[in-house]
């Protein structure tokens, strides 16, 4: 934090604003008098931001090595791995060898950088720094809230989840997918199996019908990075939205380099001068990636929207509001109007649902979760000795995922997951993916849609551009209640969007678990998969990282040293007594002689 915010954070501290008149002065005082991390003394400042940086570096860095030396990074090869691959101990080399590489690493970093980050919160009047996160939402009952909309859709969750772990059974086998108990973390087609589109293949429920995946077309066009994001761009001015300006194409690191180690995870920048926005992003050339373009490209509209407000207010009406943007046009996006002109038939809209659901309904308890363990680390119901075991708590409770293979306090697995070590609260997502569906309605209807929601597209829909585009205006100026009602009409999340747009899906899923007598939850909760002895993984042998193999070898190899070693030890002592006998003959014939 620069030296003037912290200079014009301790003035606004000196005001009582108990009798100010002003809403927008209050509020601007209030959000000016929280300085976060700068709270912290000159040198505490120091290693709290040297933590952040350490932390990032290592998960930025991290790479696993093969026994031959081939090493991966995460983006593009280890995502590839798990999207891609059918082999159950492939997967786990890629999914094991990440968290030891990123996770474990940052452990004792972690624990320092939450004593700080508690006393930063302390210091700007909050209990811990998990209340801090919080407090951003503005919604005393935000917890329970929280949890009231997960139980609206847990249902809809234990579903999907039941349907796909029938057909990872079916890949699989009885000894790795247990029709009973939690899926393996590693079988879902993500590092973190926070969506599942990867394995569409296998969930398929339609094989025969028509499918919805713009990659193959992409690449036949011979699209660019470049291509997608001017693609996403068109959507927005289609709405009667802002362009992006020069700065933005000629800044933006929208493909990886070839000539320094980056971090991958997309994101987007504001520099707050009112014209240079960015995107960072390693594009790839997928369906997947458009999305996540448009959600980028969402950020940044949002940015060029609220730039001419007061530094405090250029931000999101809360931090979901941010992220619900560019997801909002995704879901057009994700619906082409070549659907209808082909006339979406049962199987065909099935499909489409699932593909979505894979990405949409599986990403809920873990958008959820992320930051339930973050907060009971700040706030100390989780202590140390016990950051694994209660992140793999929580798995279970939410996802019903367990660990593929046994997991101690060694390991650090919330930490592979970048927005642990990039400290970014998660939270957001959770709300962004359920009020994006209030949005998506409320546009549909300002865009005259007929028919059911997920068909809906937005595009060139003037009257959807300027609801959305009035709300982005305000930035932070309004409490997010009234930004939510200038859209929805209301003041609340609501899950209702969500659950209609899912509807035909829900229907077919629950008759389809029925037929197949599937059992809803994860009820044998403490089964554990099989783990072959094949599956490559490295091993601490003699202060040597290597494969199973190669250890079990230089064990052998170790043994019949020893008993080399052994056998002429042996040998050399009988000669060395042999020798000495004679001696001992001779001497004993002298003393009888002399005596």
Known sequence: MSAHTLDYGKKARQFDTTDFQDAQVKRIIKKLSDIERAALSSQELEEYNNLLSNMETKYSVAEVCRANKTCHPLDPDLQAI??????????????????????????????????????????????DNGAFWRSLYETPTFEQDLEALWKELEPLYHNVHAYVRRALYKKYGAERVNLKGPIPAHLLGNMWAQTWSGIMDLVIPFPGATQVDATPA??????????????????????????????????????????????????????????DFRIKQCTVITMD????????????????????????????????????????????????????????????DINFLMSMALDKIAFLPFGYLMDQWRWKVFDGRIPPTEYNKEWWNLRMKYQGLCPPVVRTEEDFDPGAKFH??????????FVSFVIQFQFHKALCEAARHTGPLHTCDIYQSKEA??????????????????????????????ALPLMEYFQPLITWLEKENAKNGDVLGW?????????????????????????????????????????????????????????????????????????
Request: glycine share 6%; charged share 25%.
């Open 465 to 494: 551009g300027k609801l959305l585009g009035d709300v982005m205006k305000l930035g932070f100026s309004k409490p997010w209640p009234e930004a939510m009602a200038m859209i929805t009409n209301q003041t609340k999340m609501s």
């Open 289 to 348: 990636d458009l999305i996540t373009v448009h959600h980028e490209m969402g950020h940044v509209q949002y940015f060029l929207q609220y730039k001419d407000q007061p530094v405090s207010f250029r931000d999101g009406a809360n931090p979901g509001f941010h992220e619900a943007i560019g997801d909002v046009l995704a879901l057009s996006v994700s619906t082409p109007k070549h659907l209808q002109s082909i006339g979406l038939n049962l199987s065909c």
């Open 82 to 127: 798990m999207a891609e691959s059918r082999d159950y101990d492939e997967l786990l080399f890629a999914w094991k060898g990440w968290r030891d590489a990123a996770g474990k690493v940052i452990r004792q970093d972690y624990k320092r950088y939450v004593e700080l980050a508690n006393k930063a919160a302390t210091l700007n009047g909050h209990s």
């Open 523 to 595: 009820p044998e909760y403490d089964w554990k998969p099989f783990v072959t002895s094949n599956a490559e993984s490295k091993v601490d042998f003699l202060g040597m990282s290597l494969d199973s193999a190669a250890a079990v070898a230089g064990q052998w190899i170790l043994l019949v040293v020893g008993l080399v070693l052994l056998i002429a030890t042996v040998l050399l002592a009988y000669k060395y007594r042999k020798s000495k006998k004679p001696e001992k003959s001779i001497s004993t014939l002298e003393l009888k002689s002399t005596s």
């Open 420 to 429: 642990i070590p990039a400290n970014v609260p998660y939270v957001r997502y």
């Open 218 to 275: 992409m690449v036949a066009q011979k699209w660019d990075a470049h291509r997608m994001f001017k693609e996403s761009e068109k959507f927005f001015t289609s709405l009667g939205l802002m362009e992006m300006p020069p700065e933005f194409w000629a800044k933006s690191m929208l493909e990886k380099p070839s000539d320094r180690k980056v971090v991958c995870h997309a994101s987007a920048w504001d520099f707050y001068n009112r014209k």
